[in-house]
Structure formats: C-alpha cells, structure tokens
C-alpha cells in the first residue's frame, strides 16, 4: 500500500510539473493569463510541491548517494554552460558585429549611410504597408536602427489596420513611407540608397541649387553630364543651367548654392568674369573644371584664390598611367582634405588634363590647398609634337609629381566662408568616366557636398557588384568539359 501512494506522489510530482510549465507556456505564446492558463500554473504547483513534501526524505538520500552526487553534478554543470550561452547571446545582442567578405562590401552600410544616420536630425518613422512581412527591409532596418536610435520602422497590414492606411493614403500593397516632421516620402526601392534618399528629403529644410554655366560650349547636363545630374537629383540638390552674360541683373543668381564651370572651350566675357569673382568675393561656392588647351580667362579670378592654371597636357609615364595612356593620369595621391580624406589610395582617371598648382598666399586670407597629385614620373608637357615620343624638356614643362586639382576657402565672418575647387580636367566627370570607373564619381559629389557644405555628405558611395562571370568560346568550353568530365576523374582514380 506504502508503494503504491508513493508512486502516486512521485507520478502526481511530474504531472504537477508538467501542468505548470503548460501554463506558463501558453501565457508566455498568448500574452493572457486567462482562468485557464492561471489553474494550470497553480494545480501544477500545488500537486509539485505536494509531491516534494511528501517524498523529501527519499529525495534527501538519492542526493546524498554516489549516483545522486553525479546527478547534481551534471546538474550545476548543465546550468553553468546555459548560463554561459545566454551571456555570450545578450553580449552578442549588445555589440552586435557583423564580417562582410565580398570585395566590393556588398553588405556593409556605406560611410554615407552611417553619417547620414549618426547625424539625424529628427526622428524617423520607416512603414511597409503589405500583407507579407518583408524580411529583407526588417533586416535592413535593424542595421539602420543599430546605428541611430531616432529611426523606427513598422509593418502594417492594411487589411487588419485600415485606419493607418487612410491616415497616409496608401492605396496598394507594397508601399514603403518614409515620414519625419509631418513630412513624407515614397520611395520606390527598398535598397540602401532609395532609403537615405528618402530620408533626407524628409529631414532636409530646404534643398540646395547646383548651377552650370552655359554659353561657352561646356558640358551638358542633358548628355555628357546627364549622369551627373541624375546623381545630384538622387541626392536631392536641384540642378539648373545659367547663361551669365543674359542675365539682367549683373551678378550670379542668388538661388545658386553652388556654381559650375564645367569644361569650357570658349572665354568669360569680361563682366562674366567679374559677376564670378564677386560671387566669390561675396562668400559664393564655385567649381572649376578647366580642360587642356583652353583658355576661359579666368587667370585673375584664380590669382586672387592662389590657385594657378597651367599651359600644358599632364603626361604621365608610371606603370599606373600607362594603363590609361600617359595622356590619362591615374591619381593615387590626394592632399589632406574632407573631400578625399577617405580615398586612402583609391584610383581616379583623368583623360587630358592640366596641371592646377597652389601658389603663394598674398595675404588675402586665402587658404588653398593642392587637392590631386599625379606620380613623380609625371610632368606637364607644353609643346607636345605630333609623331615624336614625348619627353620632359627641363625648363620649358613641369616637372613632377604635377598637381591637377586644388581647393581654396576663405572665411568671411559670421560662419560665413567662400570655397574654391579646381580641376584641370573636366572629362573625369563626364557619363563614361563616371561609370567605369567609380571613385571619379565620388571626387565630383563629394567636391559638391564639401561646396555645399553638406560634409556629413562626404565619403565613398554605396558600391555595385562587380561582374565576375565566365564567358568563353566554343573552343574553349570543349576544352573545359575535357578536363573536367574527363581528365580530372582519371586523375583522381590514377592517384588512387
């Protein structure tokens, strides 16, 4: 009789157990206590520790015997390695560390990205409105949401919250909002740069005008710059084209953040000239690309910022340079400035360019600095003889390193200060330039960004993946099949 209430208690003991943790578990999935998950957890623990009085004594011996000893060994150990795996998780959870290994960071948020986010402004609200969670944009968003606290994102079900769907008139599954002080944005993409996008047109005050000169046969917007000016857009500076000799009032337009002299094959008139050099007299931002054997007379506007054009074609002769052409330097070397602070030793091409020197200071409070330099075995050719091998004529061309960009400011009081970026080339920003080869892109916005001072602005963009496949011919396929189908299998058995 003894035996059979014992097993009885024993058994009541696991059943007690087992109703215990069936309500807590069901409280836990619900997030309601409810009648019945609340007489599970209290049967289950009355039943439990019924069980434990009951039969204390023989629990007290088994704990006190070999095997129980071994038990509760395994036990402590069992809760130490738990112990140790929850801490390693909420570690990891709190300094969250991701390695990305594809070569072109494919998976890392850009500089951009992180400046942007570190430094908002105001807080973010990001909504996917569908019927399915899209996963990818929740991955995406709690990298964004690891770098700043000030941005949230929610999904909603437009079926199940219909009243959040009228609030912001979302009209079809899919729609992703992008919403900060009553401002809001619908990107069409859900990729990295569709999103910062869009968050800065929400948190951006106003949005700044990039002018280009024309009147002058410079680059166009509409062709050889048109993917320039789809960068600015995405960017979110308006863009528009000034003939300063037709405008009637005898200065810059007032609405231009930033003015640029993009290759020029023909002069300034004279009162061009001065609404420029009054522009930036006045505190205005000006960039200069300045191709090779032209002459856009704007020496004096130069002098006055230190900065000096040359008369000649940058040759470069290194092993870098000549994978272009020598007439095509390849920039390595950059001065210490936010511009390309963060190049490292990155590549930048420049098709037929001029050298662009610093010179001395007259005392103006100018600040200018030398921006691009090309290799020592550069110089600047200035009598380049058809079918004859060039070489450098000491005396007559400049020697190298040869300078080809610079940049200059000047403060003029109440946080007010004019800038100045120079290129001797204007082709290095130009659609194929700017889409073979990537960095040459990112020297033009990021000179933009410095201009507009928009330094948060300032880094290296979101890359591409690059195209690795395998193209080959007949000949060659059959080749391949050969030695994989056939000789490497005999290969493999011969050395078995």
């Known amino acids: 009789m003894n035996a059979i209430r014992k097993e009885f208690t024993v058994l009541a003991g696991f059943v ?27 049967v289950g623990g009355v039943l439990l520790l019924a069980s434990i009085v009951l039969n204390f004594k023989d629990i007290l011996g088994y704990f006190q015997g070999r095997s129980g000893r071994l038990s509760a060994n395994m036990a402590v150990l069992t809760v130490a390695v738990l112990g140790l795996i929850v801490i390693a998780n909420y570690l990891g959870y709190r300094h969250h560390k991701r390695i990305d290994l594809t070569p072109e960071g494919l998976y890392s948020l850009s500089d951009q990205t992180r400046k942007i986010l570190t430094n908002l402004p105001k807080d973010v609200k990001i909504m996917k409105f569908d019927q399915q969670p899209d996963q990818q944009l929740a991955d995406q ?7 700043s606290n000030k941005l949230s994102y929610e999904f909603i079900d437009p079926v199940q919250r219909p009243e959040i769907a009228r609030q912001y008139a979302v009209k079809n599954y899919g729609e992703t909002l992008v919403t900060a002080g009553g401002r809001t944005e619908r990107p069409t993409a859900t990729d990295e740069q569709s999103l910062i996008n869009a968050i800065l047109k929400v948190t951006r005050d106003s949005l700044k005008t990039v002018c280009f000169t024309e ?7 509409t062709e050889a710059f048109s993917l320039v000016e789809s960068k600015l857009k995405a960017e979110n500076y308006l863009t528009k084209t000034v003939n300063l000799a037709s ?39 000006a960039m200069f690309l300045l191709d090779p054997d032209t002459d856009p007379q704007l020496d004096d506007v130069l002098k006055k910022w230190s900065i000096e054009l040359g008369k000649d074609l940058v040759l470069d002769f290194s092993a870098a340079g000549r994978s272009f052409g020598p007439a095509a330097p390849i920039i390595n070397e950059y001065g210490s400035h936010p511009i390309t602070q963060r190049f490292a030793r990155a590549n930048t091409a ?14 103006t409070g100018v600040n200018a600095t030398t921006l691009l330099t090309a290799s020592p075995n550069s110089w600047g050719e200035t009598e380049l003889k058809p079918d004859t091998e060039p070489k450098y004529d000491p005396g007559k061309d400049t020697q190298g390193p040869v300078s080809l960009g610079a940049v200059a400011s000047k403060s003029l009081g109440d946080n007010k200060e004019a800038r100045l970026v120079v290129i001797g080339d204007s082709d ?6 700017f889409r ?30 690059t195209n690795r496949s395998v193209t080959m011919n007949a000949e060659q396929q059959n080749t391949f099949w050969i030695l994989v189908v056939i000789f490497m299998p005999l290969a493999a058995l011969g050395v078995g």
């Not at 087992?18 to 578990?25: C, D, K, Q, V």
């Open 436 to 465: 073979v080869i990537p960095r040459n892109g990112d020297l033009f916005m990021n000179s933009i960004n410095w201009l507009a001072q928009d330094e948060d602005l300032i880094s290296i963009r979101p890359k591409t993946a």
């Open 428 to 433: 290095f920003a130009a659609n194929q330039a």
């Open 247 to 285: 405008q009637k009032e005898k200065f810059v337009p007032s609405e231009c953040s930033i003015l640029v002299v993009a290759g020029p094959k023909t002069p300034f008139l004279q009162p061009e000239t001065s609404m420029i050099g009054q522009y930036l007299d006045g505190g205005g931002k």
């Open 215 to 221: 009147g002058h046969e410079e680059k166009s917007l």
């Open 141 to 147: 968003m709690a990298e964004f949401r690891y770098i």
């Open 16 to 42: 007690g157990a087992a109703m215990a943790l069936s309500g807590y578990i069901r409280h836990t999935i619900q997030e309601v206590w409810g009648w019945f998950n609340l007489t599970l957890l209290i």
């Open 350 to 363: 420049f098709p037929q360019a001029r050298s662009v020197k610093v010179i001395p200071s007259s005392g």
